[in-house]
T-cell receptor, first 110, second 114 residues
Framework: SQQGEEDPQALSIQEGENATMNCSYK?????LQWYRQNSGRGLVHLIL?????REKHSGRLRVTLDTSKKSSSLLITASRAADTASYFC??????????FGAGTRLTVKP | EPEVTQTPSHQVTQMGQEVILRCVPI?????FYWYRQILGQKVEFLVS????????KSEIFDDQFSVERPDGSNFTLKIRSTKLEDSAMYFC????????????FGNGTRLTVT
C-alpha cells in the first residue's frame, strides 16, 4: 500500500480553536483511516472513512474524503489541551500493509 | 475493552545479540502487524501476518527479522543480530479484517541497542 502524507508537519493553536490537518495519497483506496499518538505511546484509531463516503463525524472530529483530489482532512473542533498529540493518516487497499506518513504534530495551548 | 499487550516495555541489548519482542493481540483478531518508530520519526511498516504466514513486508524487513505465532495467543518479532540502528520503539497491532478495519496498537517495546 501507499502511505498517506500529512500536512502541515506541525500546528500550534489556542484552546478552543479548530484544528485542521490534511492527508494526501496517490492511488485508489478502499478506505482512509486517521490515528492519534500521544508521545511514546501506541497509535489509537480515530475514524475510518470508506472510499464511497464523503464525510464522517465522531464527537468533535470531522473527516472528509475527496477521492477525485486524493485527499482527506481531519477537523478537530473546540480543541482542548488534551488534544495535543501527533495525528496520522493511513490508506487501506487490497494489500495488507497499512502505511503511515510522518504525521502532523498538534500542540494546543491552554 | 480488549487491548494489545506487548512485553517487555523496554529491552536493552548489545549489538549482535538476538532479541525477541512479544505481543498478545486481541483474541478474535486475525491480522497482525509490526511497526517501528525511531524517536521522533514516522511510524514505519515492517510486516503483516495472516493465516500463519507473512502477507506483506517492507524493505526494512530483511533476513535479520522474522515473525512467528508460536501458539494461539502470542505473536513475536525476532531480530537475529541487532545493530545500533535497530534502536527504536516497536509496535505490534492487530485487526479483525486487515486493512479494511481499524488497527489496534499495543504501547510498544522500546529497544535500545548498545
Amino acid at each position: 500500500s501507499q502511505q498517506g502524507e500529512e500536512d502541515p508537519q506541525a500546528l500550534s493553536i489556542q484552546e478552543g480553536e479548530n484544528a485542521t490537518m490534511n492527508c494526501s495519497y496517490k492511488t485508489s483506496i478502499n478506505n482512509l483511516q486517521w490515528y492519534r499518538q500521544n508521545s511514546g505511546r501506541g497509535l489509537v484509531h480515530l475514524i475510518l472513512i470508506r472510499s464511497n463516503e464523503r464525510e464522517k463525524h465522531s464527537g468533535r472530529l470531522r473527516v472528509t474524503l475527496d477521492t477525485s483530489k486524493k485527499s482527506s482532512s481531519l477537523l478537530i473542533t473546540a480543541s482542548r489541551a488534551a488534544d495535543t498529540a501527533s495525528y496520522f493518516c493511513a490508506t487501506g487497499d487490497n494489500n495488507n500493509d497499512m502505511r503511515f506518513g510522518a504525521g502532523t504534530r498538534l500542540t494546543v495551548k491552554p | 475493552e480488549p487491548e494489545v499487550t506487548q512485553t517487555p516495555s523496554h529491552q536493552v541489548t548489545q549489538m549482535g545479540q538476538e532479541v525477541i519482542l512479544r505481543c498478545v493481540p486481541i483474541s478474535n483478531h486475525l491480522y497482525f502487524y509490526w511497526y517501528r518508530q525511531i524517536l521522533g520519526q514516522k511510524v514505519e511498516f515492517l510486516v503483516s501476518f495472516y493465516n500463519n504466514e507473512i502477507s506483506e513486508k517492507s524493505e526494512i524487513f530483511d533476513d535479520q527479522f522474522s515473525v512467528e505465532r508460536p501458539d494461539g495467543s502470542n505473536f513475536t518479532l525476532k531480530i537475529r543480530s541487532t545493530k545500533l540502528e535497530d534502536s527504536a520503539m516497536y509496535f505490534c497491532a492487530s485487526s479483525e479484517a486487515g486493512a479494511d478495519s481499524p488497527l489496534h496498537f499495543g504501547n510498544g517495546t522500546r529497544l535500545t541497542v548498545t
